[in-house]
């Protein structure tokens, strides 16, 4: 599944590959299990709906400080925010 940036998630991206190489790495890894299991509840990072965004947004854990927000449409992955908490934003 090719993957479709917001310009902030891809600004997000930028920040982890400078400053964090771990979270990077789970960031890719949480990225190739949403498109491996095409979006749904399960996986590596307690993937979970969005109830209350309204877009069918869905969230996966990176750390306990940071989220990939993301949507499945299709056949692509829209990746909304890869840092901070959705409630942050």
């Avoid at 917001?6 to 982890?16: G, H, L, N, T, V």
């Avoid at 509840?41 to 307690?46: A, L, N």
């Avoid at 306990?64 to 990746?79: C, E, H, I, T, W």
Wanted: charged share 35%; glycine share 8%; net charge positive.
């Amino acid at each position: 599944m090719p993957y479709l940036w917001d310009d902030s998630a891809w600004s997000d991206y930028q920040y982890w590959v400078t400053q964090d190489k771990k979270t990077l790495r789970k960031i890719n890894a949480l990225l190739k299990d949403v498109a491996r299991t095409a979006g749904t509840e399960r996986g590596i990072g307690k993937g979970e709906i969005l109830r209350h965004s309204g877009e069918g947004l869905m969230s996966a854990r990176i750390d306990a400080k940071n989220r990939l927000v993301y949507k499945v449409d299709g056949d692509v992955v829209r990746v909304v925010s890869c840092r901070g908490h959705y409630e942050d934003k």
